[in-house]
Nanobody
């Protein structure tokens, strides 16, 4: 059973930084694409970024491009989301997800999800 656990969320002022971590267990993590998604209150879940199993391919939502960086350390079974220049509109619960179908920005293409970590950016 694949388990994903996010950490690193918190309260930060606008312009600040946070690094989220997604730790995996119960799988050959290096074979999975991992995505980050977020959901703000009253809004649909949205794609943030994904990284391929090798780390060679990444993709970002336009709203975070240039501010967020996704990376992975397969030896540690962990994927990271470095977030800088945070804005109040980045406030959301952030989820990591893993899948082995193909690179995708769609949540339905991911098979396993973490419980989420809250990120709150104050103005």
């Amino acid at each position: 059973q694949v388990q994903l656990v996010e950490s690193g969320g918190g309260l930060v002022q606008a312009g600040g930084s946070l690094r989220l971590s997604c730790a995996a267990s119960g799988c050959t993590f290096s074979s999975y694409t991992v995505g980050w998604f977020r959901q703000a209150p009253g809004k649909e879940r949205e794609f943030v970024a994904f990284i391929s199993w090798s780390g060679s391919r990444t993709s970002y939502a336009d709203s975070v491009k240039g501010r967020f960086t996704i990376s992975r350390d397969n030896a540690k079974n962990t994927v990271y989301l470095q977030m800088i220049s945070l804005k109040p509109e980045d406030t959301a619960v952030y989820y990591c997800a893993a899948g082995n179908k193909h690179l995708s920005i769609l949540g339905r293409d991911y098979d396993y999800w973490g419980q989420g970590t809250q990120v709150t950016v104050s103005s």
